[in-house]
């Protein structure tokens, strides 16, 4: 069961997409990632891409981030994303974008958001691909990359925690 970890809307459950290529992201990486963030997340704007369940961009919003763009390709993760986004009642402060996440921060103009939220599938190598892009037009001020802990992304700072790793960008 994945559940908003702490802020505003700590303890809320949130739906996740009956989708065996959804990989909601596990608690303790979450709240590492959302502590490494702290203080950077009141008002920010952030974007979710590969958004899956809604889980990190509404963990951003609980914690003080003024509005979410959530990414995602999936129907049943736009599904479940629009179920949690009604639940926890903030409509008004998210947007909800279906498409491709590597065309959409292609059209974000240089730091266009505060901070980018990327949890791409692990099978493919999105990952990469999304820090080459940031790397050569930097799309928001910071972002922050879950992959593979035995993938390097060349850039940033990572942090390790088991199989997973975090990856930190600030842009130039």
């Known amino acids: 069961m ?3 970890i702490a802020g505003e809307f700590g303890g809320r459950r949130l739906v996740v997409p009956k989708d065996p290529r959804v990989r909601p992201t596990a608690d303790r990486v979450r709240e ?3 502590s490494i963030l702290a203080d950077r997340l009141y008002g920010a704007t952030v974007v979710d891409l590969f ?6 961009g509404l963990e951003a919003l609980s914690r003080g981030a003024k509005h979410v763009t959530f990414v995602e390709i999936a129907a049943r993760s736009l599904g479940a994303i629009e179920e949690n986004v009604a639940a926890l009642g903030v409509g ?9 996440a590597l065309r959409f921060v292609e059209r974000l103009g240089p730091g266009a958001v ?3 939220l990327a949890d791409p599938p692990f099978t ?8 080459e892009r940031f790397v050569a037009a930097p799309f928001a ?3 922050c990359i879950e992959h593979a802990a035995a993938t390097t992304l060349g850039h940033g700072d990572t942090r390790r925690y088991g199989d997973i790793a975090l990856t930190f960008c600030q842009a130039p």
Request: charged share 25%.
């Open 2 to 4: 994945t559940r908003i």
């Open 32 to 34: 590492a990632w959302m």
């Open 51 to 56: 958004a899956g369940s809604g889980a990190l």
């Open 92 to 100: 008004s402060r998210v947007t909800i974008h279906r498409g491709d």
């Open 114 to 116: 505060d901070i980018v």
């Open 124 to 131: 493919l190598p999105l990952a990469e691909e999304v820090m």
């Open 141 to 143: 001020k910071l972002l």
